[in-house]
C-alpha cells in the first residue's frame, strides 16, 4: 500500500484490513521496503527510497474507509519509520497473535517473533516459480493462494513440498454500494464493459520447457471482439507501448490510462460502479496452467452488482457461474457472455451480488482463513 499507492492496489490490501477490523480483530498494517528504490510515486511517475507519498496516500485511504488501524512502515536497510519508531515496530510484532502476509513481498527476519504466521499467495505460478515471496518462505505455519486449484487434477503449478490451501480475495460490500440511483447504462448512453489491467507486468516464466505470461498475451488473443459484440469495451491500461494503443483503439477498443483512474480512490470506484459490467482476460499463466485464480478487482464489480465475463482460469470448477459471474475461454464465448449480459442485465446484476456474497464477502473469506490458519 505504501510502495505501491495506487487505488486498485491499494484497496486488495486495505479491505483485509477493514475486514478483519468489522470481524472485531486488533489490527496493525506493516510494510517494509522490500529493496532500494522500491516506492512508487503516482504524482512524479518516478521510484524512490522516499515512502513519504505512499504513507500519506494510505493514510488517507484508512481515513476515507473508516479504518481503525496503525499503519507503520520501516525501511530495512537504513530502519528509516513512518507511523512510529522501530521499536514499535517490534513491540507490534512481539505482541502478535498472527502474522498475515498478503502477496509475500514483505519479509524482515523480525516477522519470525510473530506467535503465528501465514502466507497468501496473490500470484499462482509465478509465485511458486520464485518471483516473489521467497524470502522467508519456510518460515509459515501455513499457505495459502488464490491458485484455488493448486495440487488438483489438471492444475499444472508445482508445489513441491509446501500445502497451498485455497482462498479467495475479500471484499467488503459496503465500499461499492453506489449512491448514484441511475443504472450505468442510463448514464453512460452506451452499455460499457471496462476492465484496469496492467499490460505486461513483470515478462512471462518458463517452467518444464512451457512458457506461462502476462495479461498482454491474451488480451491480443482477443483483440478483434469490440467488432463482435453491441457493448463498448474500455481498458484502462498500464505499461502499454504506444503502438499496442494504437493497433487496441483501431480494433475498436476505448482505452484509458490506468493510473489516472487508479489515482484516486473514488475515481477508482467511480470507473468500476459507472460500468455495466467487467470484461477481462487473465494473465497467461493462470489460464494455462488452470490455477483457479480469481481477481480481487473483479470480486470488487460483482460487490458493486456489476457482472463479471472473465476468463476461465479454472475458478469455474468452484464457482456456480453462468448468471452475474460467466467464463469464457475462447473468442466466440467472450462474445457470447457479453450479449447474455446484455440481454437480461437486471437479473445478472443482481446475480453478481450474490456471487460476491457467496464467495468473496469479508465475513466468509476472513473467518474460513482464519480458522484454518490455526488448525494447519
Known amino acids: 500500500m505504501v510502495r505501491h499507492p495506487v487505488a486498485g ?9 477493514l475486514g478483519l477490523r468489522l470481524l472485531g480483530h486488533i489490527v496493525t498494517y506493516v510494510e517494509e521496503s522490500g529493496w532500494p528504490n522500491s516506492c512508487f510515486d503516482p504524482i512524479t511517475m518516478r521510484h ?10 494510505a493514510k488517507s485511504l484508512y481515513r476515507r474507509l473508516g479504518i481503525d488501524a496503525p499503519v507503520l512502515y520501516i525501511d ?6 513512518f507511523g512510529g519508531t522501530e521499536q514499535n515496530v517490534l513491540d507490534v510484532l512481539d505482541d502478535a497473535d498472527l502474522l498475515v502476509n498478503v502477496g509475500g513481498v514483505c519479509w524482515l527476519p523480525e516477522f519470525e517473533k510473530v506467535r503465528r504466521k501465514i502466507l497468501i499467495d496473490m500470484d499462482p505460478m509465478f509465485t511458486q516459480l520464485g518471483m516473489f515471496s521467497m524470502e522467508g518462505n519456510d518460515c509459515y505455519d501455513a499457505y495459502f493462494s488464490y491458485g484455488t486449484n ?15 490451501l485455497p482462498t479467495t480475495p475479500p471484499v467488503v460490500p459496503s465500499l461499492w454500494q453506489s449512491t448514484d440511483s441511475s443504472s450505468p447504462r442510463e448514464k453512460n448512453g452506451t452499455a460499457v464493459f471496462s476492465t484496469i489491467a496492467n499490460w505486461n507486468a513483470y515478462g512471462g516464466v518458463v517452467h518444464d520447457g512451457e512458457h506461462f505470461g502476462q495479461k498482454d498475451e491474451e488480451f491480443l488473443a482477443h483483440l478483434t471482439l469490440p467488432s463482435r459484440v453491441s457493448a463498448r469495451l474500455e481498458i484502462a491500461v498500464a505499461g502499454a507501448p504506444a503502438s499496442v494503443i494504437r493497433k487496441l483503439k483501431v480494433a475498436g477498443w476505448s482505452v484509458s490510462d490506468a493510473l489516472e483512474v487508479s489515482g484516486d480512490v473514488n475515481k477508482y470506484k467511480e470507473y468500476i460502479t459507472s460500468s455495466i459490467g467487467e470484461f477481462s482476460v487473465a494473465k497467461n499463466g493462470y489460464v494455462k496452467s488452470r490455477s483457479g485464480w480469481f481477481s480481487d478487482r473483479s470480486a470488487c464489480y460483482l460487490a ?6 472473465l476468463q476461465d482460469t479454472g475458478y469455474s470448477q468452484w464457482i ?3 448468471e452475474g459471474l460467466i467464463p469464457f475461454s475462447d473468442l466466440d464465448g467472450a462474445a457470447e457472455a457479453i450479449e447474455n449480459v446484455c440481454g437480461d442485465y437486471d437479473r445478472n446484476s443482481q446475480a453478481a451480488r450474490e456471487v460476491a456474497k457467496s464467495h468473496f464477502d469479508y465475513k466468509t473469506v476472513l473467518e474460513s482463513l482464519l480458522a484454518r490458519a490455526q488448525m494447519n
Open 9 to 17: 492496489n491499494m484497496l486488495a490490501y486495505a479491505q483485509y484490513v
Open 48 to 57: 524512490t527510497d522516499d515512502a513519504s507519498v505512499g504513507f500519506r496516500l
Open 76 to 81: 530495512r536497510d537504513s530502519r528509516a519509520t
Open 150 to 164: 493448486i495440487g488438483q487434477p489438471g492444475c499444472q503449478i508445482p508445489v513441491g513440498s509446501i500445502r497451498w
Open 304 to 309: 458493486a452488482g456489476r457482472p463479471v465475463v
Open 320 to 322: 456456480a457461474c453462468g
